[in-house]
């Protein structure tokens, strides 16, 4: 299919920040190219109001029809949420398929979607999306033909009653609930074996997935694409000292996610709020990494995953151009791509656990190989001497609070 040609067009307000406005637009302009179309011209507006009608003025939005039939665009994309007139007017104006930057994110997660579970998630995003713009959509519908803003139940439920995609909502709620309770048991299941959780978050194409892939030695996809990940995956990692830990790469976050996408996965990021240690990756060559910084930090407080001891990455160390200030603290600058970047985070990890951790210092006998094991995977043992003469090994390290090995520390010192 050739790739769709597309102007975006957007309204910035007085309250705007100028860096703030030309971010957004970068990302729509990106979010775009991942879904496969080619953004070839942006049309901007200063008002002090959203036009309740069109959007932008009426003035501008002739301006851009005349633009749509000189560049034969196909497809016109707003920066902001569009009502249901809003986006019945200007498609009726244009003549073409108009959408928002909420429903070209849902049909990015429809096409990337890869479980049974994201699947369910996407599609009941997008029903939640539609269900109070479906009136009057008639125009629209007969455009709406195959493309960007397309994909997923969209294009078979659109012309559905309402009745038919309230009871089709309920039932994928009903199946997510089922999923959710196994996830749950799955994660209690690892609580009860004392798994340590490390998740890795970010803002979207921070490289999560290139991290993620080079820590664990996998094969997940990663891309130079909005949204590469989208299922959660997990691996086991072991850091320098021998110590194991699971390890979670979660969808990447963004800004002005569509309100019916972020209810429809907070069970993907639930594993996030379970997580023991967050490893928040940013992309330090991004001028507006700041924001970006923002809107992860503010997701985590929401989901109430703020208080959990973390380290920030700076990733893209090779791209970085101007002096980076780092916004938070314990942080790494590394580029995921170059092997002495994964050695020194493994390192930077334990030097930051060890600062949140108990030392211990205990005896355990040679002829207890499996509680000798646990400590030499479930804590980061620094030193490990055997002596002869008693047949018991002295071994010092740093251990959780709360873990059950402490109850072994204290009952053998």
Known sequence: MPEEKIIIIAVKKPNQPDDYFQSSLEELI???????????????????????????????????KDRIDALAIDLVISNDELSASQSRNLSDFFDKRVIDRSQLILDIFAARARTKEGKLQVELAQLQYLLPRLHGQGGQLSRLGAGIGTR?????????DQRHIRRRIDDIKRRLNQVVKQRDQYRK???????????????????KSTLFNRLTNSESLAENKLFATLDPLTRRIQLPSGFQSLLTDTVGFLQQLPTTLIAAFRSTLEEVKEADFILHVVDGSHPDNENHQKTVLKLLDELNAGSIPMLTIYNKKDLIQEDLI??????????ALEVD???????????????????YEVSVVAGNGQLLNRFEHETILKDKFFDQETETYRLSGYLKQQHPLQGKVKEKS
């Open 326 to 335: 780092p916004m938070n603290r314990p942080y790494i600058v590394i580029s």
């Open 152 to 160: 997923g139940p969209g294009e078979t439920k659109l012309e559905t």
């Open 341 to 359: 970047g994964v050695k020194l985070l493994l390192n930077k990890i334990e030097d930051v656990l060890i600062s949140e951790w108990e030392s």
């Open 30 to 64: 990106s979010l775009a190219d991942t879904a496969g179309g080619k953004v070839v011209e942006v049309v901007t507006q200063n008002r002090e109001r959203i036009h309740s009608a069109y959007y932008l003025g009426e003035g501008k939005v002739a301006e851009i």
């Open 189 to 207: 299941r690892r609580k009860t074996n004392e798994a340590f959780q490390i998740a890795i978050v970010g803002y979207t194409n921070a490289g």
